[in-house]
Every structure is written in structure tokens, then in C-alpha cells.
């Protein structure tokens, strides 16, 4: 007997935990694949600022960087790359900057519901497969009385798999759930002490020689910039 076929004789509740399980390892893997590229390039970054900070990189090399990062369509590129555009002040590069932050910061949430509502579904599920099950034994003996205990005992068994097989699902999507959150949560402080750092790099950034990138100020950028006090981009939860 196969793992598959073992599992469904949990009852007509695993068709709807086997699909789950297999969304939350594909989110899972998207997820990680995704976040790791994100987090690597965004320490990439705040590496290189930090060496500029204390004098060890060139400010030509550091717009190379930001450029780059840009490019490869990172988010701390689209964020940081603000700081190249000669034609903003500085104080609305602050509001800029923080309302870039906040439109780019869903993008590394996409997706994490899906393991969020695993976590909190896939056990009730399976308990409530378990219900089925019992109550189909416990008719099985207001039918044939206890003259069958094989058929009793083997249906509370069975019954029990639905349990065990959303308590699983829930374990490793909440084992996940958290390492992401923490990739997330390292992004976005890497991202906001990135920016710290370029504020003041700011001066020696924008007096460099190398070609300007254009940037697009969006609506929801303009209206931050419309603000007297910033903010910090990112508030760690």
C-alpha cells in the first residue's frame, strides 16, 4: 500500500487536506526562493554602505551598485535608487523614500496567508475528519451491536489519520511561516539601516560623476512628500 492510498483512508476530508499540503509547499518554496534572493542582495548593499560610510568604497562604485541593484529589480534597488536622482531635496527624498518602502514591502508578504490560514485550518480539518469517522463507527454499532469490534476499531483508526495528517501540515507550515517571517523582518531592518546610510552618504552620492537613472514619482510618493515629519520606511512588528 502506497503513502497516498494509506492517507485516504482517512476519509472524504483528505481531498481537501492533500491539495492544501501541496499549496503550502509550493508558497513555501516560491516563498523561500524568493526571500533568499532578496535578502543576499539586499546584505550585498548594506555591506558595501557601510564600507562607504567608513571611507572604504568610492562614491562612483557605490552608484554602480545602486544602479545594478536597479536593474536586477530588487526591491532595496527601486527603494535606494531614489538617492541617484539629483532633482529631489531632501526632504522629499524622505518622504519618497518611505513611501517607496511601504509600496515595496507588500511585495515581500505576497502569499504568506495562504501559510497562515494552513496553520490555523489544517488541524480543525482534521479533527473534524476524525469526527466523521467516529460517528461512522459508533453506527456501525447501533447496527450490529459490539459483535464486529474489528470493524469499530479499525474505523477509529482510520478516522485518526485525518488528525494526524493536519496536525503535520499545520507543524511544517508553521515551522515556515516563521523562518519567512524572520527573512522578512531581517530585509526590512537591512533595507532601512541601507537608507540611514545613504542619508548620509546623500552629499557625496549625488556629487559623484556617473549617469543619472531616471526615477518615477508616484502619486502615493507625492503625497507623502506632502508631509512635514518623516517616519521610519519600514516598522518592525
Do not use: C
Not at 483528505?14 to 499540503?21: A, G, K, R
Not at 516563498?31 to 562607504?52: D, F, H, P, Q, W
Not at 527603494?79 to 526632504?91: A, N, Q, T, V, Y
Amino acid at each position: 500500500m502506497n503513502v497516498l492510498s494509506y492517507l485516504m483512508r482517512g476519509g472524504p476530508i483528505m481531498y481537501i487536506l492533500i491539495p492544501m499540503s501541496g499549496v503550502a509547499l509550493a508558497v513555501i518554496l516560491e516563498r523561500y526562493l524568493y526571500l533568499r534572493r532578496e535578502k543576499n542582495g539586499t546584505m550585498a548593499i548594506l555591506s558595501v554602505l557601510r564600507n562607504g560610510a567608513l571611507g572604504k568604497k568610492e562614491m562612483p562604485e557605490i552608484r554602480k551598485l545602486l544602479e545594478k541593484a536597479n536593474g536586477s529589480h530588487l526591491i532595496i534597488g527601486k527603494i535606494l535608487s531614489l538617492f541617484l536622482d539629483r532633482r529631489l531635496s531632501e526632504g522629499d527624498l524622505e518622504h519618497l523614500v518611505e513611501a517607496e518602502a511601504l509600496l515595496e514591502e507588500k511585495r515581500l508578504k505576497e502569499r504568506m496567508w495562504v501559510l497562515d490560514t494552513t496553520v490555523t485550518m489544517a488541524p480543525l480539518l482534521g479533527l473534524l475528519g476524525t469526527i466523521m469517522g467516529i460517528i461512522a463507527s459508533f453506527h456501525v454499532m447501533s447496527v450490529s451491536g459490539l459483535g464486529k469490534p474489528a470493524q469499530i476499531t479499525g474505523g477509529v483508526a482510520e478516522a485518526l489519520i485525518a488528525t494526524a495528517t493536519g496536525l503535520v501540515i499545520a507543524i511544517v507550515s508553521l515551522g515556515f511561516y516563521n523562518h519567512l517571517n524572520t527573512t522578512i523582518r531581517e530585509i526590512r531592518n537591512a533595507i532601512e539601516s541601507s537608507a540611514r546610510l545613504l542619508f548620509h552618504l546623500q552629499d557625496h552620492l549625488t556629487n559623484s560623476p556617473s549617469g543619472q537613472i531616471p526615477v518615477a514619482t508616484s502619486p502615493v510618493g507625492e503625497s507623502f512628500a506632502s508631509k512635514s515629519q518623516p517616519h521610519p520606511a519600514f516598522n518592525a512588528p
